[in-house]
């Protein structure tokens, strides 16, 4: 099991960037997929991005596609999301997990979910 801790989310205007990251400890974090969901007031969780253990095959939400770019430095044990162009419907809070199997676009298919971390858009 690994633990997950999410940060940088916070308040930005529309068309600005936030950079969110996802530090692990106490558990294997190199030779897993890692993804970031995110769920908004009133909806599903949904799949934002998610990363090869290696870093070299990248996954993206067409929503985001263009806008958002995940990244690992399995040296220190942490993942980012880089989010440009932010648009209000960009706002919730931010999940990053540890992919388990799968469907890698499926929340069933990850655990050890980090606490979250807001994201807000404002117009």
């Known amino acids: 099991q690994v633990l997950l801790v999410g940060s940088g989310g916070g308040l930005v205007q529309a068309g600005g960037s936030l950079r969110l990251s996802c530090a692990a400890s106490?558990?294997?974090?190199?030779?897993?997929?890692m993804g970031w969901f995110r769920q908004a007031p009133g909806k599903e969780r949904e799949f934002v991005a998610a990363?090869?253990?290696?870093?070299?095959?990248?996954y993206y939400a067409d929503s985001v596609k263009g806008r958002f770019t995940i990244s690992r430095d399995n040296a220190k044990n942490t993942m980012w999301l880089q989010m440009n162009s932010l648009k209000p419907e960009d706002t919730a809070v931010y999940y990053c997990?540890?992919?388990?199997?799968?469907?890698?676009?499926?929340?069933?298919?990850?655990?050890?979910w980090g606490q979250g971390t807001q994201v807000t858009v404002s117009s």
């Open positions: 997990a540890r992919w388990t199997g799968g469907n890698t676009y499926s929340a069933s298919a990850y655990s050890d």
């Open positions: 990363i090869s253990w290696s870093g070299s095959a990248t």
């Open positions: 106490g558990g294997t974090f190199t030779s897993h997929f």
